[in-house]
């Protein structure tokens, strides 16, 4: 199943680092946990490189979703790539990060370039 | 075309009211996400893996040029300039806003659709013959029986909590158009042997998915007015008995191979014969006044040729072939129906731009009769074109991009969303589609081919339908990598059958290649005029196989 995809989906904590994405309530936006709420923009996550500062978003994105901003937080694992943007490891997480490969015009890849 | 009467529009206004009472609540807090997402999966709502996604219900895959335009003005305006019609005969917006779905679901009512049981463990939009009412071969027209179903299983109390999703189709001719035996329920018109009788064949158990079944004839021939309580006794015996504890057990299928067909029909007689059939069973006066709006057009008495046709075809290879390939025998002389493909080489299978809506319904509406269809193969249909007006309706799709004449060949390909937008997705669909299509580009080339029905699915839950295609493409997750299995063999005609594994799946680069080498074999052993899907029925996989193991070795062709 694709939620296998997300990281921690099998009880083990995720492969470091880490960024937090959700989907914004109100328009279904994919979005990223940074330092100080929450940005569509994927180059903008918080990475979390060690479990402590992954548990501490992982409660920050709880506390969004309680607070009725977003829905179905959860941590994806990335790899810094060499201009520093996290890019998440698993092909599904990958996509959400840009938006559908058959349509360059349409989504992140259009409004953010990386 | 059925027209809403009042007790139809202020069902779908108020439920589009009460729906948006919901996302208030939920906007403020007072619906948790737990109590919200069944609320708006039984209003067609999803949470995709970029966006929500709308799913509209076109019952039995008829539309008239209004509702098209309000389709393409809802996806302007809400969306991104493009709808998706699916194998369900659905439309599918895939970038709207939740604040914006009630506002959506107005317009919609306003022209007479909804998203009503478009998702959910209840009866689903019920799916017909896209040439229904036109066909040669048909006995009778299947859209009154499905314009029936869909009022009798439109929150219908006892079936809104099913175990499982649960999907109808109906056909009313000989030749299955419908895929009636790979649906939940699968119903043909037929007329009894002997008196002559209208009544349905019932199969039962068909389904697709990760556990692929033909369904099973449970009903040889039931009387015409007995179709609503005996259908309700098959729903009480599966809601009484199907899976719940199981998710993936759930569906009838998983029931009748459980318990065997002898035993599931004893149940469901056994049910029936305690119904009281005349208080379920719909009166015939409203039998009636549903198939007047299914009446055939005002038609012209034309005879059967056309001379400005042909003198056209003649002077116009291009329209020659269109015709000659989208072209489908009409039953009214001096008509065609045509099929309108949605799949340009290098397009996206059952995409379609607010734009070509706009232009198609211009189209539909000036010259046939103001209606359209959907099939299941995620292409359109005009049902009633007078011959004498096939050039300029052929110039009139060229303008907009809907020309191309591949209908039923091999870059006519079934793509389910896959990863490029589905949330459940293990691997992409579309793209594949789109290099395979590009791979047989040359249109001499397709001919030569014939017809070669090629669908794909972007997860095990089959929304491609790859088992039931001549040949099958499952896209699977393996090693943190797209992988592809093929399948040859499926049909989804009366000839039903479940396609078989050639091999070890592939990587997605190497799909066309794959296809290239399968059709390659079909030609070198075809005999003369011998299909594709017959070549493999009579010579069998062997011959596939090895083409296609030597081909995953690297083996020279």
């Known amino acids: ?114 | 075309m059925y027209r809403y009467d009042e007790f139809d529009e202020r069902f779908v206004r108020e439920r589009v009211q009460q729906f948006r009472t919901q996302v208030e609540r939920r906007l403020d807090g007072s619906l948790s996400d737990d109590e919200f997402k069944p609320l708006r999966l039984k209003n067609g709502l999803y949470l995709q893996l970029h966006a929500y996604m709308l799913r509209i219900a076109v019952p039995y895959g008829t539309l008239n040029g209004k509702q098209l335009r309000q389709l393409a003005l809802i996806g302007e305006r809400y969306d991104k300039g493009y709808g998706h019609f699916t194998t369900r005969q659905n439309l599918q917006f895939n970038w709207p806003q939740l604040k914006d779905v009630p506002d959506i679901l107005d317009l919609l009512a306003d022209v007479e659709m909804h998203c009503i049981q478009t998702s959910g463990n209840c009866i689903r939009n019920v799916t017909a013959d896209q040439f229904a009412g036109i066909a040669k071969d048909e006995v009778e027209d299947p859209r009154p029986t499905a314009e029936l179903l869909r009022q009798w299983s439109s929150l219908h109390p006892e079936f809104a909590w099913l175990p499982r999703k649960f999907k109808i189709a109906v056909t009313g001719a000989e030749h299955d158009r419908a895929a009636i035996k790979v649906h939940d329920i699968g119903l043909k018109v037929r007329r009894h042997p002997d008196t002559g009788a209208t009544g349905y064949q019932v199969v039962v158990g068909g389904g697709l998915g990760r556990t692929p079944m033909i369904g099973k004839v449970i009903r040889d021939f039931l009387p015409k007015d007995e179709l609503l309580a005996y259908l309700e006794a098959v729903m009480r015996v599966y809601n009484a008995e199907g899976r719940r504890d199981n998710k993936y057990k759930a569906r009838v299928k998983i029931l009748v191979h459980e318990i065997g067909t002898e035993e599931f029909v004893r149940r469901v007689e056994a049910e029936y014969a305690q119904l009281d059939g005349p208080t379920v069973n719909a009166p015939e006066s409203e039998v009636a006044r549903i198939a007047r709006y299914f009446a055939p057009p005002a038609y012209e008495a034309l005879p059967e040729d056309s001379a400005v046709l042909d003198a056209a075809r003649r002077a116009d290879p291009a329209l020659d072939a269109f015709v000659a390939q989208n072209g489908f025998a009409h039953r009214q002389p001096g008509y065609l129906a045509l099929t309108i493909s949605l799949k340009p080489v290098g397009g996206v299978p059952g995409d379609m731009t607010s734009e070509q809506m706009r232009a198609f319904a211009d189209i539909a509406e000036r010259y046939s009769f103001d209606e359209l269809r959907v099939t299941h193969a995620q292409n359109l249909v005009l049902p009633h074109v007078r011959k004498d007006d096939v050039p300029r309706v052929f110039e009139a799709l060229k303008a907009a991009g809907l020309a191309t004449a591949n209908s039923g060949l091999v870059t006519d390909i079934i793509a389910c969303p896959g990863m490029d937008y589905c949330a459940l997705a293990t691997a992409r669909s579309i793209p594949i589609a789109q290099e395979i299509a590009k791979s047989f580009a040359d249109e001499r080339r397709q001919a030569e081919i014939g017809p070669l029905q090629i669908k794909i699915s972007g997860c095990i839950n089959a929304c491609g339908h790859h088992h039931v295609g001549h040949i099958g493409i499952l896209g699977l997750e393996k090693s943190g990598k797209e992988n592809y299995q093929i399948t040859l063999g499926g049909d989804a005609t009366e000839a039903a059958a479940l396609g078989e594994r050639l091999g070890p799946g592939i990587d997605a680069e190497a799909v066309p290649g794959a296809i290239e080498t399968i059709v390659g074999t079909y030609l070198k052993v075809r005999t003369d005029g011998e299909a594709f899907i017959d070549t493999v029925r009579r010579a069998g996989l062997d011959p596939f196989k090895a083409s296609f193991d030597a081909y995953v070795a690297g083996e020279p062709a």
């Open chain 1, 1 to 114: 199943m694709a939620t296998d995809a997300k990281a921690g989906a099998k009880g083990k904590g995720p492969k470091l680092p880490v960024i937090l994405s959700a989907n914004r309530l109100l328009e279904g936006d994919v979005v990223y946990l940074t330092a100080g709420g929450w940005t569509l923009d994927p180059a903008s996550a918080r990475i979390a490189s060690d479990a402590e500062t992954a548990a501490v978003m992982e409660a920050e994105g709880a506390a969004a979703a309680a607070a009725n901003l977003v829905v179905d937080p959860y941590l994806v694992p990335v790899e810094i790539d060499a201009t520093g943007f996290p890019r998440a490891t698993h092909f599904r997480e990958a996509m959400r990060q840009t938006g559908p490969s058959i349509h360059p015009d349409i989504g992140k890849q259009a409004e953010y370039a990386h």
